[in-house]
Each structure stands twice: as structure tokens, then as C-alpha cells.
């Protein structure tokens, strides 16, 4: 399929399920074909319980009645039997290349961020751990400068009796 069409129907189905004009993309890149993975519909499953016909919240146990759900319990959407509505083959030809669809920008690592708790401030961004150390002169005292090795009043080497911290 080509990756236009693919659009277009997601486009067409959007807009009948919300009721909206939704305009086509104009992308300057060139439309390619694309293979189309087919995946089995997910939905949610309903119970109701088969002594009051009540359907079940998220316990497992009826709210109105206390009737521990059980096999008798009738579920919604019914269940297919085994082995029919499920394909085993490839949805794409043996031999082919599948490359990863990078059309949304799904590709580039997203940062982990949360609201920031202070009103109106910047989301904050996860960012791995990092270890500062900060080392002090053994003569002087005075606190060497960010990657330096000599002290810059006492012209003092670092040795391994200038204390660290941490």
C-alpha cells in the first residue's frame, strides 16, 4: 500500500468517529509504498452476572448480589471459538525488509519529563544521576578549579592527600 492511502483511510475514519474535516498532510517527502501489518482487534470484555444481570465493575465479585463471577456468567463480545478468526501466516512476504515507521517521529527517543510543581515553571526532565566531586587543597585549603590538577594560589600538585567531596 502506498503510505497515502494509508493516511487517507486513517484521516476518513477519524472524521467519521468525530465529526470533523480533517485536511491531508503535505509532506515534502516522497510517497512510498509501505507493507501493511495486520493485527487482531483488541476490545474490552463485559460480564454479567448470570443471577441478577448485573454487569460486573472491575472485582470479580457482583456488587449487587456478591456472586463470585463463574463460568455461567455470560461475556460481551462473545468468545470465538479456537481456531477460527486467527491466521498464523506473515502478514508480509518472506525475504522482505520491514523498517521501522518513523512517519510520527516515533523513532527519536521521547525525554522522560513531569509537570513541574511549582505553578507556570518548566516540565522537568529526567536526567541520569551524575557524581560532582570537588576536591581542596591540602596546603592552602582553597578549592582546586574544575578539572585543574595544580592549585591556582599555591601552585600545589594534587596529591592523594588533597581531600575530595564526596
Known amino acids: ?8 483511510e486513517r484521516n476518513k475514519k477519524l472524521a467519521e468517529r468525530f465529526a470533523i474535516t480533517i485536511e491531508p498532510l503535505t509532506t515534502n517527502k516522497p510517497d512510498r509504498e509501505t507493507y501493511r501489518i495486520e493485527k487482531p482487534v ?4 463485559h460480564r454479567i452476572c ?13 456488587v449487587e448480589c456478591g456472586h463470585p463471577r463463574c463460568t455461567k456468567c455470560p461475556r460481551f463480545p462473545v468468545k ?3 481456531g477460527k478468526g486467527k491466521s498464523k501466516e506473515a502478514a508480509v512476504p ?18 522522560l519529563t513531569m ?6 515553571g518548566q516540565p522537568l526532565v529526567r536526567k541520569a544521576p551524575r557524581q560532582r566531586v570537588r576536591r581542596t587543597c591540602c596546603r592552602c585549603e582553597t578549592l582546586y578549579t574544575t578539572g ?7 601552585q600545589h600538585s594534587r596529591c592523594t592527600d588533597c581531600p575530595r567531596d564526596p
Open 80 to 82: 470465538k471459538p479456537e
Open 148 to 154: 585543574a590538577k595544580t592549585c591556582a594560589s599555591c
Open 94 to 111: 518472506k525475504g522482505d525488509i520491514i523498517e521501522a515507521d518513523t512517519w510520527y517521529g516515533m523513532k527519536e527517543d521521547t525525554p
Open 50 to 62: 448470570h443471577k441478577c444481570n448485573t454487569t460486573y465493575g472491575g472485582s470479580k465479585v457482583c
Open 42 to 45: 483488541r476490545m474490552r470484555i
Open 115 to 120: 509537570p513541574n510543581p511549582k505553578p507556570g
Open 1 to 8: 500500500m502506498m503510505r497515502s492511502e494509508i493516511e487517507a
